[in-house]
C-alpha cells in the first residue's frame, strides 16, 4: 500500500470526523454507542488513544523487515483477550474524562491526529515501525489500520447521534480493497454505500443469507475486532 496515499485518506477522513462532531450539545456526548459499553464520548476518547500510539512507533528503533500486514495485525491472539478488550475499554474511559467538555474532546482528537499525521508525512515510503503488540509493520500498513479506527468508529459515532455518515471517499475505497481485494465490482453489484459496506462486514449490521453467500464468492477478509 502506497504510504502517500494512505496519509490522504487517513487526513481526509479525521478532518470530516472533526466536524461530524463538533458543536454536539453536551447531553449528546453521553448517547450509548454499539460499541459497549463506551458512550459516544468515550468512543472519541478511544479513537484518540489509538491515535496517540503513532508517535512513540515512529522514534523507537526501526524492525529491519516487515512481518504482520494490515489484516494481519487484526488476529485472535492476546490482542483481543478479554482482559485486553477491559484494557482498551478503561483507556478509553479515561481519555475523555480528562476533559471537561466534548469540545475539549474534539480539540484533543484534533491535536493528536495532526501530531500522528506530521511526523508520518516525514518518514520514508519503507519505513517499518514496530507496534505496541510486537509486529513489525511498514508504517504504511499501520496506518491503513489507523484510518480503519477512525472510518469505522466514525460510523459508529454517527449512528449513535443520528445523523448520516460522513464515511470519506478516500478512507471508504481504501478500506473496501482492504477487505474486499482490488476488485470491487461485486460490492457494487450489491448497491451498498461504502459507510453500510463497513457495517455489514464488520458485523455492525447483519448479513442476509443471499449476502453471505455473494460476500464468500469475493474472498472477502473477515477481520477480528474487540
Not at 478511544?46 to 489484516?71: F, K, N, R
Not at 519505513?127 to 480503519?148: E, I, K, P, S
Amino acid at each position: 500500500m502506497d504510504l502517500a496515499r494512505v496519509l490522504d485518506a487517513f487526513e481526509t477522513e479525521a478532518e470530516a470526523l472533526g466536524p461530524g462532531v463538533a458543536r454536539l450539545p453536551e447531553a449528546a456526548w453521553n448517547r450509548p454507542t454499539r460499541c459497549s459499553p463506551w458512550s459516544a464520548r468515550e468512543l472519541l476518547g478511544h479513537v484518540c488513544v489509538v491515535l496517540d500510539w503513532v508517535p512513540d512507533m515512529i522514534e523507537g528503533q526501526a524492525p529491519e523487515i516487515p512481518e504482520v500486514s494490515a489484516t494481519e495485525y487484526y488476529r485472535p491472539d492476546r490482542r483481543f483477550s478479554t482482559a485486553t478488550n477491559a484494557a482498551r475499554i478503561e483507556l478509553g474511559r479515561d481519555r475523555a474524562a480528562r476533559h471537561r467538555s466534548g469540545a475539549e474532546l474534539v480539540a484533543d482528537f484534533t491535536q493528536t491526529w495532526r501530531k500522528a499525521q506530521g511526523l508520518c508525512r516525514k518518514e520514508p515510503e519503507r519505513r517499518v515501525v514496530r507496534t505496541r503488540h510486537g509486529d513489525a509493520m511498514l508504517l504504511a500498513d499501520f496506518m491503513l489500520t489507523r484510518v480503519f479506527e477512525v472510518a469505522v468508529h466514525g460510523v459508529d459515532l454517527a449512528d449513535a447521534l443520528e445523523r448520516e455518515a460522513w464515511l470519506t471517499s478516500p478512507a471508504g475505497d481504501l478500506l473496501l480493497e482492504l477487505l474486499a481485494g482490488p476488485d470491487t465490482g461485486g460490492m457494487t453489484e450489491l448497491g451498498w454505500s461504502r459507510a453500510r459496506f463497513l457495517r455489514k462486514i464488520t458485523g455492525r449490521e447483519p448479513l442476509e443469507p443471499e449476502e453471505s453467500s455473494q460476500i464468500a464468492r469475493l474472498g472477502t477478509t473477515w477481520l477480528t475486532l474487540g
